[in-house]
């Protein structure tokens, strides 16, 4: 069911922006470069350079590793042309965006600021990842700004004019019914030891004695999530005390899948050897696969046909803006 509800998000949210964002502008050099450099493409005026283009495809691949796979020059040379025309589609909706009367727009960008914050834990680990990308606050904050007037404008002149009937997505439903499933789910904890593949066998078996002490620790009544609190070695364990919440199968490791969804809810499991190292497991409960219903899949639903319309007249209203606009293509 998700992978059919997954938003479209045409108005794209500020916090994602430094791994999503397709279109990014130069940073601000100081030195007057970018005035040096040939346009590869000219928006009503403004250039967009080399650098412009080179920032926008490696913010891009921080979003998508996949990027690291092209190997031909011309495959490149494809990739380099798809972005440009992204630069300019931005460039067109950012100029709009500027005859917005926005009265919030700075309270708008801070919070989008501290949203971003709040992901990367404190500023600092912020400021690393913005030197990692070789952009500055400065340039960042301008970005932003402008990703808020974007996002300002499209659900002004898309989004919000887009409506979804419950016959619509009644109809959706009744097509798709088969992809409507909540799949079987295990709600589980866990407590790990970790045990590094080249550990020599001294190593394992403290590791073994460890993982099977904590096993007897639980069978004998001691909390499970105590124990995972206070002594595994899964980097999480102290904030989620091992509960791993309900998972499908295809998520975890084979071996651990395999034992949490043979597992009786309330019983503590074997120990379970993965990659990772020894586990042993908990399941507080399970559900059966299911269908969804039209009513419960409905809110959702409908803000998935939503997203998939505006998205299609979002193409359509960039196409109107580029039919008013002077656009001159440099790039070979």
């Known amino acids: 069911m998700k992978r ?51 920032l926008a495809i490696k913010v891009m691949s921080y979003q998508n590793p996949a990027m690291a796979n092209i190997k031909t020059d011309e495959d490149m040379k494809q990739v380099r042309k798809a972005v ?24 708008m960008v801070q919070a989008g600021y501290d949203e971003v914050l709040a992901r990367f834990g404190t500023e600092t680990a912020f400021m690393e990842s913005l030197k990692e990308r070789g952009v500055t606050r400065e340039w960042f904050m301008k970005e932003l700004e402008a990703q808020v007037l974007i996002q300002a404008l499209v659900k002004e002149k898309v989004r919000d004019q887009v409506t979804v009937s419950n016959e619509q997505a009644r109809e959706f ?17 866990h407590i ?22 904590l096993r007897e620790r639980a069978l004998n009544g001691e909390d499970f ?5 206070a002594n595994s070695e899964d980097p ?36 379970i050897e993965t990659p990772f190292g020894y586990h042993i497991i908990k399941v507080a409960e399970r559900q059966d696969e ?29 196409d109107s803006l580029r039919a008013d606009a002077k656009i001159e293509m440099f790039m070979e």
């Not at 088969?178 to 589980?188: E, G, I, M, T």
């Not at 999530?225 to 609190?229: E, G, H, I, K, S």
């Not at 509960?243 to 949490?260: Q, S, T, Y």
Request: aromatic share 6%; proline share 3%; hydrophobic share 40%.
């Open 4 to 54: 059919w509800l997954a938003s479209g998000a045409v108005a794209t949210g500020v916090t994602l922006f430094l791994l999503v964002a397709a279109c990014a502008d130069q940073p601000e050099t100081g030195g007057g470069s970018e005035m040096s450099q040939p346009a590869l493409a000219r928006v009503n005026g403004r250039d967009i350079t080399e650098s412009d283009l080179d």
């Open 236 to 271: 999480s364990a102290q904030s989620n005390r091992g509960d791993l919440g309900f998972f499908p199968r295809g998520v975890m490791v084979p071996e651990f899948e395999k034992a949490a969804f043979e597992l009786e809810p309330g019983k503590v499991s074997d120990v």
């Open 290 to 318: 299911r269908e969804v219903s039209f009513e419960e899949a409905k809110p959702r639903l409908k803000e998935y046909l939503k997203d998939a319309i505006a998205q299609d007249m979002l193409g359509k209203y960039i």
């Open 225 to 229: 999530n105590d124990l995972a609190a």
């Open 84 to 107: 440009l025309q992204q630069l300019v589609s931005k460039e067109l909706l950012y100029s709009e965006a500027q005859k917005l009367d926005l009265k919030d727009k700075d309270k």
């Open 192 to 213: 790990l030891i970790r045990v590094e593949s080249d550990a020599s066998d001294d190593k394992k078996a403290e590791a073994k004695k460890k993982i099977d002490s």
């Open 173 to 189: 439903y009744e097509k798709q019914k088969d992809k409507f499933v909540d799949k079987a789910k295990v709600h589980a904890s």
